[in-house]
């Protein structure tokens, strides 16, 4: 395992809509130029007010979208340049904790079926244990994997998240404000909970979150998007 390499690189990347009017077209830059390193064990908070192009970024990191111009690289690889197989391998590194613990959820699956989706789409073998495994470090029982989202409180589907982000030990954890649906009382849980995970598996985190203080709690590193562009926060301006 190189810790060198950055886990994540992204090199100036373009992204752009065209809204067609009666008129004529427009064209919207939602990203200009995007550049962001993330190495082994660091945490990085994305910053930025909605439509800024935090979800855009999301989507090009993880192939859902193409970028117009540059580069995603993971583990020092162009994703560009890989076939299906090769591309579906390296996104297995990465893990996404989202932002709504409901929704998120397929309520027809029980917790057995969530945690062990993963392996199944990336044709990895598992066992019961690695299941059981899996809650129990997230603070839930063994019990719990026979049993439907709708059983859970808010934080509960949360930790159920987590524990299916980090269940193939990626290199990579994406939390997208994975604390702004849950009450206040239990954001502090789930922060400690990353935090935890984190010292014990030292991924990269990239943390987005509109939370200033949860930014400068979990996070080395603050960015925000203005303007299409990737600005670094110093702690001045905080």
């Not at 030990?169 to 502090?188: G, N």
């Amino acid at each position: 395992m190189n810790f060198k390499t950055p886990v994540l690189e992204l090199q100036g990347i373009t992204k752009a809509y065209t809204k067609t009017t009666l008129l004529k077209q427009v064209k919207n830059e939602v990203l200009k130029g995007v550049n962001l390193t993330i190495k082994q064990g660091e945490s990085v908070a994305l910053m930025g007010p909605s439509g800024c192009g935090k979800t855009t970024l999301l989507k090009i990191i993880l192939g859902i979208e193409k970028q117009d111009k540059g580069k995603v690289m993971i583990l020092g690889k162009n994703t560009s340049e890989m076939n299906k197989i090769t591309k579906k391998n390296i996104l297995s590194k990465i893990g996404v904790i989202f932002q709504d613990p409901y929704s998120s959820l397929d309520p027809r699956q029980t917790v057995k079926d969530i945690l062990s989706e993963p392996f199944v789409i990336h044709k990895k073998h598992f066992t019961k244990q690695t299941l059981e495994q899996a809650l129990r470090e997230v603070s839930l029982n063994e019990q719990d994997l026979e049993k439907y989202p709708h059983q859970f409180s808010g934080g509960q589907r949360q930790r159920i998240n987590i524990a299916r982000a980090l269940i193939l030990k990626p290199r990579l954890i994406i939390a997208d404000e994975p604390t702004s649906a849950l009450d206040v009382s239990v954001q502090a849980q789930i922060i400690n909970l990353l935090t935890r995970m984190q010292n014990k598996y030292h991924f990269a985190l990239l943390f987005i979150s509109h939370s200033i203080a949860l930014c400068k709690y979990l996070c080395q590193n603050i960015v925000s998007v203005q303007n299409g562009m990737l600005n670094k926060i110093s702690g001045d301006e905080l």
